[in-house]
């Protein structure tokens, strides 16, 4: 499927992307990290991945709302986006899309509709996610675990992008 990978403090993502005619086969030109336009969220998408215009723009709303309840504690350990005003995420499909949110501070993973908060813990998604996940626990090393799993994923691949936690602006509510 591809890889994505928070290590505590930074997202990182291949460059690969199914092709959806043809699941067996991939691209490996793509980018599947994202800043929000006030540089104050990044998302790494596998699967689904909303590449422009409106999806991007309903992830992006979800995280901003997810990340506003962890900053004001009022996220709980495990929340759905169905717990959600899912109306205002349209389109339909974002229920569907696998990602890792960040802020400057905080953290979290959607997959499968379930939302996971993730500050300072690693996590990852896509087939070649497990496989990184295990090699960051052995090396430390972010590059080194996605090199991993690009030879254990044969879906995996095409390079590694990253943005750094500390490279975000600080996350304003409001």
Do not use: W
Not at 24 to 52: E, H, M, W, Y
Not at 105 to 114: D, K, S
Not at 150 to 169: E, M, Q, V, Y
């Amino acid at each position: 499927m591809t890889t994505i990978f928070y290590d505590g403090k930074n997202l990182h993502a291949d460059r690969a992307r199914l092709l959806t005619c043809v699941p067996s086969r991939s691209l490996f030109d793509t980018t599947k990290l994202f800043r929000s336009p006030d540089n104050q969220i990044a998302i790494a998408c596998c699967g689904a991945i909303p590449v422009a215009g409106e999806e991007r723009d309903a992830v992006f709303l979800l995280a901003r709302d997810i990340l506003t309840r962890m900053h004001t504690g009022k996220m709980r350990d495990r929340e759905y986006i169905k717990d959600y005003d899912c109306d205002k995420y349209k389109p339909a499909r974002i229920r569907s899309i696998t990602f890792i949110g960040m802020s400057d501070t905080h953290a979290f993973r959607v997959n499968e509709g379930l939302i996971s908060p993730q500050t300072d813990q690693p996590t990852y998604g896509g087939s070649g996610g497990r496989y990184a996940f295990a090699a960051y626990y052995v090396t430390h090393d972010a590059v080194a675990a996605l090199e991993c799993a690009f030879r254990l994923d044969r879906l995996s691949g095409g390079g590694i992008d990253s943005i750094p936690g500390d490279s975000l602006a600080p996350f304003t509510i409001g």
